[in-house]
């Protein structure tokens, strides 16, 4: 199959990649210049395990390329994929359509032949639709057919995603594209992934209905948390008593500052803008969203209260920074959110992050310390934050750390370590919703 990825950004290139792997030819193409001389040059933007390799073997074995170039190969296509961003509007929160608009209408220009267009972009219920009129209205003459294939694969383990996934959702309404549509993942019917075919509007609420409902998953145990902190209940027993319930699953149900990264948080937006739009208010997720951006600062409180109360003059570590380990990706992440809460609280913050650190300068305030490892970050510091769970930090030297620190306090917001052990090393020890705030402030972080 000849397929062309619009977009090669983290699904743009991970698809290309894989899709290439799969043995189909492929042409990643981007508008920004820069990316795809990178690309050409076997050199990858993001950080994702594996993504490296799989990318410069396939392009020397002449199955991907990358280009600006969007007309020569879509004239060519089998079946042409949107995968440009979908960010967030400002103003009212719903998907901003414009970039997969925009590549709407050069893919409609080059349409030659049969082609089937694939938005794999998260997009709102009702998209493929526009996507259709706009292809119609300005080539009456083309055949085309526009299909729903949302992306579930996950950053940091995109590639296995893309290889095991869990399900394969394809919205489409006629046999043709359906059929373009099994050739490109023909290799995975072979392994027997589940491919569930729907109706496009159908796929297209799939992708959002089921990041809500991870989103939800989340914000309840990090509600569940809280009250543990109060009770002195112990969540992470609470959450494994829960998960090995199979109806409910233990997948999801870690504490911590809040979810972030590029989807969870604009999802959940879109989908609750949707359904005020049809008259069908979605007012559990609407509560997720509301619950969970606040819950992201709070944290910065909550270190805040640690701290005596003030972190006025005082540092703060901060250990990772991207919206969860493996990725560099810094989209709505929580340790935005904290730093920022500190700094206003007249912090200094000294922040390290074995990946992430060239973007969280450009997501961060002004300001921040960077350092080139966690002992650096700490050193000198009144506390340590572990904001991300990244393996490096679940394996600190707690002796140097502690010499390194003015004072011993760790606030470990991801629950790694194991509260007797780090306090006989001599720290005092708050972590999220393990009972131990109650026990050891008498009272839940203040503001919190
Ligand atoms: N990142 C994830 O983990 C993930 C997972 C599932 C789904 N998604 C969805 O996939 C979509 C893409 O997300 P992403 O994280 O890959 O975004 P991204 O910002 O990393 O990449 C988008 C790319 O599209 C390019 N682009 C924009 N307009 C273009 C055009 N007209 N022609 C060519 N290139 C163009 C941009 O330059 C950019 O490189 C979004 O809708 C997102 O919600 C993302």
Same mark, same amino acid.
């Given at each position: 199959m000849k397929i062309v990825m619009v977009g090669s950004g983290y699904v743009g290139l991970v698809s290309g990649a894989c899709f290439a792997d799969f043995g189909h030819e492929v042409v990643c193409v981007d508008k920004q210049e820069n990316k795809i001389e990178a690309l050409k040059r076997g050199e990858i933007p993001i950080f994702e395990p594996g993504l490296t390799e799989l990318v410069r073997s396939n392009a020397a074995a002449g199955r991907l390329s990358f280009t600006t170039d969007l007309a020569g190969p879509v004239s060519k296509a089998d079946a042409v994929f949107i995968a440009v961003g979908t960010p967030s509007r400002r103003g009212?929160?719903?998907?901003?359509l414009s970039y997969v608009y925009a590549a709407t209408r050069e893919i409609a220009q080059a349409l030659d032949h049969y082609t089937v267009i694939v938005t794999?972009?998260?997009? *709102?219920?009702?998209t493929g639709d526009e996507v259709e009129r706009i292809v119609r209205e300005l080539r009456p003459d083309a055949a085309f057919a526009v299909v729903s294939n949302p992306e579930f694969l996950r950053e940091g383990a995109a590639i296995e995603d893309y290889t095991r996934p869990d399900r394969i959702v394809i919205g489409a309404e006629e046999d043709r594209a359906r059929e373009v549509m099994a050739e490109v993942y023909r290799p995975l019917y072979l392994n027997s992934a589940p491919i569930l075919n729907t109706s496009r509007r159908t796929a297209e609420l799939t992708k959002y209905a089921a990041n809500a409902f991870l989103a939800t998953k989340i914000t309840f145990i990090n509600e569940m948390a809280d009250l543990c902190e109060q009770v002195g209940a112990n969540v992470q027993d609470v959450a494994r008593g829960m998960g090995l319930d199979n109806r409910i699953g233990?997948?999801?149900?870690h504490a911590g500052p809040g979810y972030g990264g590029s989807c969870f948080p604009k999802d959940t937006l879109a989908l609750i803008k949707t359904a005020q739009d049809f008259g069908t208010p979605a007012r559990i997720v609407e509560t997720v969203a509301a619950v969970n951006d606040q819950r992201k600062r709070a944290m910065g409180r909550t270190v805040i209260a640690a701290c005596g109360?003030?972190?006025?003059g005082k540092t703060v570590a901060v250990l990772g920074l991207t919206?969860? *380990?493996?990725?560099d990706d810094m989209r709505d992440a929580p340790s935005i959110a904290i730093v920022t809460a500190l700094q206003d609280g007249g912090a200094t913050v000294r922040a390290f992050d074995p990946e992430g650190m060239e973007q969280a300068r450009a997501a961060l305030p002004a300001g921040v310390v960077y350092c080139s490892d966690a002992y650096e970050s700490v050193a000198g510091a009144d506390a340590a934050v572990i904001v991300t769970e990244w393996n490096i930090f679940r394996a600190l030297d707690l002796d140097r750390v502690k010499d390194a620190m003015k004072a011993p306090l760790l606030i470990d917001l991801r629950n790694v370590y194991r509260p007797d052990q780090v306090r006989a090393k001599g720290f005092t020890y708050l972590d999220v919703g393990r009972g131990i705030r109650a026990a050891e402030t008498g009272t839940r972080g203040a503001a919190a």
């Open positions: 009212d929160g719903f998907a901003d794999k972009s998260t997009v *709102p219920v009702g233990s997948k999801f149900l109360g003030s972190v006025r919206f969860k *380990p493996n990725t």
